[in-house]
């Protein structure tokens, strides 16, 4: 019963990322119509890359190289969203292939640096590691006063409940701001 319990809470809490990611997405399109129909066209693409992996790709945990390939996607539908003025750098090990990890654990952390980002415009994303350890980095500049309609949300706090689910004492989670920079490290022992 305690399993069934906790195999019911994963799931709502994965349910709860699908609305707010399905409202930016079709937000981004939506206004792309008006200015480039090519690029609306490729964004609805990769949109339903995300959506066919979220849908059907899933099984209990994926190969690492199928979740930063979503993340590739995501990353470049938000890229779309972006001002002229945003500086992104990504960088995935290639050797980060054949491990295996628990889907979208590393989204909602991609997903605050894009909603987040502000004052010089800057966001990192890496993805390090060897078999035994996955090292996820997230860092982006924000602003000096957080906008009231950006505060709050659940996806941090949806994560770490996660994270205390499936990697019971396997995982590291840093959460840090210095100055005009959030930071977010994930270690996952896997």
């Known amino acids: 019963m305690k399993t069934n319990l906790l195999q019911t809470e994963l799931k709502f809490l994965k349910a709860q990322y699908h609305p707010h990611f399905l409202f930016n997405a079709l937000n981004t399109i939506y206004f792309q119509m008006d200015e480039n129909v090519g690029e609306a066209k490729r964004s609805v693409e990769k949109f339903s890359e995300l959506l066919r992996y979220q849908l059907y ?70 993805a390090t590691g060897s078999e035994q350890q996955i090292h996820f980095y997230v860092e982006n500049s924000v602003p000096e006063v957080i906008p009231s309609s950006k505060q709050g949300g659940i996806g941090l706090e949806n994560l770490q409940r996660r994270l205390q689910l499936l990697y019971p004492g396997r995982h590291e989670l840093d959460i840090s701001k210095e100055n005009d920079c959030f930071k977010v490290s994930l270690i996952l022992n896997t």
Do not use: C, T, W
């Open 57 to 126: 790709d899933q099984q209990q945990m994926v190969a690492v190289s199928n979740e930063l390939h979503y993340l590739q996607n995501f990353i470049d539908l938000q890229k779309v969203r972006s001002s002229d003025k945003l500086q992104l750098k990504v960088y995935f090990d290639p050797s980060l292939n054949g491990q295996q990890v628990y889907p979208l654990l590393f989204l909602p952390l991609v997903e605050n640096a894009f909603k987040y980002v502000g004052g010089n415009y800057q966001i990192k994303v890496e």
